[in-house]
């Protein structure tokens, strides 16, 4: 009897492997563009942090290193935990407290990369950086917030 069970699912996996894959679900392709986002808000902190240890023009001033760093690592964080919990299939049910800790480490961002640097003196060196600061900042919390829906709905 365990022989056939083993061979029927053999054939089983053998007939099923040209078959489409299932599309992922809303939540797994939040989770993606959070990790996603994060992980370029950790490429921007980066950027922050070595431009003030080498001291290239415009820099953050020493006093905030720690900081930058302490965002970067919370953004590197945040990105490995949402690769580590995007749902695969419908049935697994995604973590909703993932989007709002992910939600608070966008916010966060907004001392590095929020509307009040275009006020500095350096604001039109630093603009470019800033825009795009916002718009992954902006994209995590999209991503949260449809996560946060799709795990609502869910339940």
């Known amino acids: 009897m365990v022989r056939i069970d083993i061979h029927f699912h053999c054939l089983e996996r053998f007939y099923m492997r040209d078959a489409p894959p299932s599309p992922p679900s809303t939540a797994s392709t939040g989770y993606r563009w959070m990790a996603c986002s994060l992980l370029a808000l950790a490429l921007q902190d980066l950027l922050l942090f070595w431009a003030g240890l080498l001291q ?3 820099h953050p ?3 905030v290193l720690p900081l930058i760093g302490g965002l970067m690592t919370l953004a590197v ?3 490995a935990a949402c690769l580590n919990a995007a749902p695969t ?3 697994e049910r995604p973590h909703r407290w993932l989007a709002v800790a992910v939600c608070g480490v966008a916010l966060l961002h907004l001392v590095n990369f929020g509307p009040h640097k275009f006020f500095q003196p350096q604001g039109p060196l630093i ?3 800033v825009l795009v ?3 992954m900042i902006g994209q ?3 991503s949260a ?3 946060l829906r799709t795990t609502k709905a869910a339940s």
């Open 89 to 91: 299939s419908t049935a």
């Open 145 to 147: 917030l449809q996560v």
């Open 77 to 79: 964080w945040g990105a």
């Open 133 to 135: 600061g916002l718009l």
């Open 127 to 129: 603009a470019p950086m």
């Open 56 to 58: 290239v023009q415009p």
């Open 61 to 63: 001033p020493h006093n």
């Open 140 to 142: 995590t919390l999209a």
